[in-house]
């Protein structure tokens, strides 16, 4: 079974200029997560997507960042313009149904704004 | 709100000794509590979870981890550590609701050979 699939791995950019990150959930995978680890710290949950629908995108920066599932399976984080400080990298992670399941990572996208 | 706290950045063990990494936590229902491993340039992968049930979890590569409710604390143990079990560890927290999963700093394992 194939994991959770992120393009590109890494990416520089210089400030202001724009962004976007890729997500292939795992197949069935009907719960979507987008997380922020910066270095030396824990991933923190940007958005939360339920299929389609956006359920918890409290901790998104909206001024700049969005989000888009528009088919309930693959998803797109786009920053514009990026800031010296979104450097880190965006993890995708996709869970199935039930509150209690785990949570299944890819292997992010390191962000460096120059 | 819930919360994760890893009291150790680093912990050091000897390859062949056991090796403890704590996780002290604080919801306002039922705690989902889970680890999860994170190796150089890889997404986080999967341990163990404790949802209900037997205090005592156990996961993947040997880990478990002991559900203590009374102290708040979901430890992870393996009882003889490997080199390769060096990485990154993260503590996660979800109450018994539709809540976001919330993760600790995470704490650095070193095994020595």
């Known amino acids: 079974e194939a994991g959770v699939v992120q393009s590109p791995r890494y990416k520089i950019i210089e400030k202001k200029q724009p962004v976007a990150f890729w997500c292939n959930p795992i197949?069935?995978?009907?719960?979507l997560y987008w997380y922020l680890q910066n270095l030396g710290q824990g991933p923190e949950l940007l958005i939360r997507?339920?299929?389609?629908?956006?359920?918890?995108d409290s901790q998104l920066p909206k001024d700049r960042f969005s989000a888009e599932r528009l088919k309930g399976v693959d998803s797109t984080l786009k920053i514009q313009p990026a800031e010296l400080g979104d450097s880190a990298v965006y993890l995708c992670?996709?869970?199935?149904?039930?509150?209690?399941?785990?949570?299944?990572f890819g292997p992010g996208t390191r962000l460096t704004v120059l | 709100a819930q919360s994760v706290a890893q009291p150790e950045d680093q912990v050091n063990v000897a390859e062949g000794n056991p090796l403890t990494v704590k996780c002290t936590y604080s919801?306002?229902?039922?705690?989902?509590l889970f680890w999860y491993v994170q190796y150089p340039n890889r997404g986080l992968q999967f341990l163990l979870k404790?949802?209900?049930?037997?205090?005592l979890v156990k996961g993947s590569y040997g880990f478990e981890a002991e559900f203590n409710k009374s102290q708040t604390s979901f430890h992870l143990k393996k009882p003889s550590a490997l080199v390769s079990d060096s990485a990154l560890y993260f503590c996660?927290?979800?109450?018994?609701?539709?809540?976001?999963?919330?993760f600790g700093k995470g704490t650095r394992l070193s095994v020595i050979a």
């Open positions: 992670a996709s869970s199935g149904p039930g509150h209690h399941n785990e949570q299944f």
């Open positions: 197949s069935g995978h009907n719960t």
């Open positions: 997507y339920e299929n389609e629908e956006a359920v918890d």
């Open positions: 919801v306002s229902g039922n705690p989902y």
């Open positions: 404790y949802i209900t049930g037997d205090n």
């Open positions: 996660a927290v979800r109450d018994g609701g539709n809540t976001p999963l919330v």
